[in-house]
């Protein structure tokens, strides 16, 4: 499955930070959408190129944790790689992820960042999984 | 949400929330507010982790919150809590994710009318001259094993390489390095993220502003400071240890989780959390918070350098002639292992200052001998359009809050509440009419920081006043400002 980024999310309010609740129909859109929203609230997104790939894998103990390294993932990427992935191919089994992934090399300065999100929290974090529906509600540090 | 009724009024500026709050506290909350401003402050979460953070092993006194609280993750912004080092626990979500994010401040010997004509030529050099914005990498290059020795000796490694001297240390927290500092417990992730951004600003709520004093409220603690004159030019720097910080943050949450699990610890949001102050895990974070903490008063000191530099250049003379001598640094997020009197008796804590300063009072040991007769400075910066403070501590606040006072203004409002109210140009035409200069790599992030998106700091610093927390001695306005 390979899911576009630019939906499924919502951007939320907090007084300090900035949030977001992301929505999927399984844990892989979930985390996928997760994705695609924190990047809205950081870059311009819209006429990213996707070549350069990039493959992830992530391990543990719960699917909060688990999210939470995701977006950290990211985040690490685009700092030290200055790499912003924006398409995504996850697979999530027994917790672990696997995602490849496609984005754009893009020096900080540009003109497309929005701005600096520098962690996902776990703050009131949880995954809640409802009439086949998942949504989690992230806060960020800015 | 903490309603009017379940808090106890104690006096003016104190409001205690009951230990019977919430089942699993284990101390009372105390907010430090006037009743207008608890108004605002009940609006949101904040008292609601007030009362979280009451949960925490070992917790003495009381989970404190001081006047500038807002709502944070875990613990509230402006959060101080102090855990007993013998069987307390140590929590990142109490230093936040910009460990030791603080203020440095630099006095001159100019005067305003002598640089009102400049001001424009200032910011314009400071702002080329100083890395600022989002992800910005410093001019400095270091190989790792550099990196190893910035995070075990802080700013000393910056006055070793010609950034800075002696008398700045002298005039630093802890002389800008956290002996516990051990670089191995930093991880190869955290230190890739933080060797490039060495010397830089950043973005956020990250600013350097050219201020001038307005009015001098004890002229014998602002002498101290070098500070004998409205009109006096000051100059503030705020920012922390960038990336490398956060990725510590992170790291150590990380490993926090498992540790909740380890030693049973329950707790109320997975923000909070901790492990033994006395373990392998808690002492592994501190080790590794004093890295970060020591990066961050490396990373000031460079900036300081170079804000002297521009400083010299545009009004052609030297730093002697200038008198840019440094007040005073501050942390405003860490946690501290200090010795303070509980129940009569003199004990190690562990003191976690999330979004608040260390406060001690005249005579406390860790107060620079310059100050030693007038009591720790603390620098309170306010919203960039109105003003800052200078306070020092007070015995008072060594006696309630661990010596601890507010760090700022406190936001008031979300970012994209800010956003809605003002485009960020038309913050900048407004800060100009005031005659205040701005320069920012984003002006669109202008609006969030705008006056109206914080409370007004001189609310906050006369509720910290009237509580006897700190007591205010100067208070400056901003000439110009660069915004990171």
Redesign the interface.
């Known amino acids: 499955m390979l899911i576009v980024m630019g939906m499924r999310y919502e ?1 939320i ?6 949030g977001i609740v992301a929505y999927g129909s399984n844990l892989n859109a979930l985390f996928s959408n997760a994705a695609a929203g924190m990047l809205s609230l950081m870059v311009k997104t819209d006429t990213l190129r996707h070549d350069v790939t990039k493959t992830i894998s992530l391990e543990a ?1 719960d699917s ?2 688990l999210l939470v ?1 995701w977006l ?1 993932e990211l985040l ?1 990427i ?3 790689e200055k790499l912003v992935l924006c398409r995504f191919d996850i697979l999530i089994d027994k917790g672990q992820l696997m995602s490849r992934c496609a984005g754009q090399r893009l020096e ?2 540009s003109r497309r ?4 999100i ?2 996902a ?5 949880e995954i809640v999984a409802k009439d086949g529906e998942y949504s989690a509600r992230i ?1 960020f ?2 | 949400m903490v309603r009017q009724g379940e808090m106890r009024r104690i006096d003016d500026y104190r409001w205690e929330i009951p230990q019977d709050y919430k089942s699993g506290m284990r101390v009372a909350g105390m907010v430090y507010a006037d009743s207008t401003m608890l108004d605002a402050i009940r609006e ?1 979460q ?1 008292l609601e982790q007030v009362a979280n953070v009451a949960f925490l092993p070992g917790i003495v006194g009381r989970s404190l919150a001081m006047p500038d609280i ?5 613990f509230p ?1 402006g959060g101080v809590a102090a855990t007993r080092i013998s069987d307390g626990v140590v929590s990142p979500g109490g230093v ?3 460990i030791n994010c603080g203020v440095r401040l630099l006095r001159t010997n100019l005067n305003e009318d002598e640089v009102r004509p400049k001001i424009k030529e200032l910011i314009n050099h400071l702002f080329s001259n100083v890395p600022s ?5 410093g001019k400095i290059r270091i190989s790792q094993k550099e990196m190893d020795d910035v995070l075990a000796s802080g700013a000393a490694w910056a006055v070793k390489k010609g950034y800075g001297n002696r008398q700045d240390l002298d005039v630093t927290e802890e002389q800008g390095c956290m002996e516990m500092a051990d670089p191995d417990k930093v991880s190869d ?1 955290a230190k ?2 933080g060797m490039p951004q060495l010397g830089s600003l ?3 709520n990250h600013f350097l502003e050219v201020q001038v004093v307005r009015e001098i409220y004890d002229q014998t603690a602002a002498a101290a400071m070098g500070i004998t004159r409205e009109g006096q030019v000051l100059m503030m720097i705020h920012t922390g240890s960038r ?1 490398l910080g ?2 510590v ?2 790291d150590y ?2 490993l926090m ?2 540790a909740v699990r380890k030693y049973e610890i329950a707790l109320p ?3 909070l ?1 901790c492990a033994p102050v006395q373990s392998d895990e808690g002492r592994d974070y501190l080790a590794a918070m004093a890295c970060a903490a020591n990066y961050a008063w490396a990373n000031r000191l460079c900036i300081a350098h170079w804000v002297r530099e521009s400083f010299t250049k545009v009004f052609g003379k030297d730093i002697d002639e200038l008198g840019l001598e440094q007040i005073y640094d501050v942390a405003h997020n860490i946690a501290k292992i200090e010795e303070h009197i509980v129940d009569g008796k003199m004990i190690r804590l562990c003191v976690h200052r999330k979004g608040a300063t260390r406060a001690f009072p005249a005579g406390q040991k860790g107060v620079p001998d310059r100050y030693m007769s007038v009591g720790q400075p603390v620098l309170i910066p306010g919203d960039m359009g109105r003003c800052s403070f200078v306070a020092v501590g007070t015995e008072r606040a060594m006696q309630e809050t661990f010596g601890s006072t507010c760090h700022g203004a406190g ?7 800010a956003r809605k109210i003002m485009r960020g140009s038309d913050v900048a035409n407004e800060l100009a009419a005031k005659g205040i200069y701005v320069r920012t ?2 002006v ?2 202008l609006a969030e920081e705008a006056s109206y998106a914080y409370k007004d700091v001189t609310d906050v610093v006369g509720i910290a006043q009237g509580a006897g927390i700190s007591r205010k001695i100067i208070m400056a306005a901003p000439l110009g400002v660069i915004k990171g």
């Open positions: 951007v309010d907090h007084t300090a930070d900035i103990g909060e944790t390294e950290n690490y685009i700092y030290t900080m300065k960042f929005i701005r600096e520098k962690a929290t776990y703050h009131n974090l806060i540090d800015i | 949101e904040s807002h709502w944070g993750y875990g912004i936040g994710y910009d914005g989002l992800g910005s990498e992730r890739k993220r950043g973005s956020g990336g956060h990725q943050c992170d949450l990380r989780g498992g949001d997975r923000q959390a936001r008031l409002q979300s970012r994209g509440a790599d984003s669109e992030s």
